[in-house]
């Protein structure tokens, strides 16, 4: 009533302070904008850090740099990728553990350890009073066993499911009968 004309008021308040990343946006292909990180899927999240992983590496190859003076450590890093994402990805990380990066990883990924050389490959473990071992693994049934994987796991299928612990176990057929109205099995 005192202003009638005015429907709003808008300001910017400025605070003099250093610029610093605050929000990530993304502007893909076939879409009308920017779009922020979060409201991304996390595969989208996964080949960001993939392309920055990426591209540290390249440098550091291309700098000739031999000497081991960095060290990577990734757990289950495939998370969120095909399988032909993990092969390059897993390609990567080789080329670059040839220069001066030192490459750990903990991986429940076929397509990482069919790209390994079994010497590479260690079983980690918990022992009897809870503390995590590792042993060499000198046979793929060593590797199987390790991920308790059965050769009819692989045969007469057209798909399969790997389930990495007991909540899985529970969860995931818990889950389709809900969604599928029907047994997983």
């Known amino acids: 009533t005192d202003l009638p004309d005015i429907e709003g008021i ?5 605070f003099n302070i250093k610029e610093s990343v605050t929000d990530i946006f993304v502007n893909k292909k076939f879409t009308d904008g920017d779009i922020h990180l979060e ?20 440098t550091s190859i291309k700098a000739k740099a031999k000497n081991k003076r960095f060290i ?11 399988p032909s994402a993990q ?6 990380i080789k080329s670059v553990s040839t ?5 750990l990883l903990s991986t429940h990924s076929t397509v990482f350890i069919d790209k390994t050389k079994l010497t590479n490959i260690k079983n980690v473990y918990l022992n009897e009073v809870g503390y995590s071992e590792y042993s060499d693994c000198s046979s793929i049934d060593e590797i199987f066993e390790s991920l308790e994987l059965r050769n ?11 389930i990495e612990g007991d909540t899985e176990l529970t969860l995931i057929p818990g889950l389709y009968k809900l969604f599928c109205g029907r047994k997983l099995e």
């Open 10 to 14: 808008k300001t910017k308040i400025f």
């Open 39 to 58: 409201s991304q899927g996390d595969g989208v999240k996964r080949q960001i850090w993939f392309a920055l992983i990426k591209s540290s590496a390249l």
């Open 72 to 82: 990577w450590a990734f757990d289950e890093p495939e998370t969120h990728l095909y």
């Open 87 to 92: 092969r390059r990805f897993f390609d990567i």
């Open 99 to 103: 220069a001066n990066i030192q490459t």
């Open 152 to 162: 009819s796991d692989f045969l007469f299928y057209d798909k399969f499911l790997v």
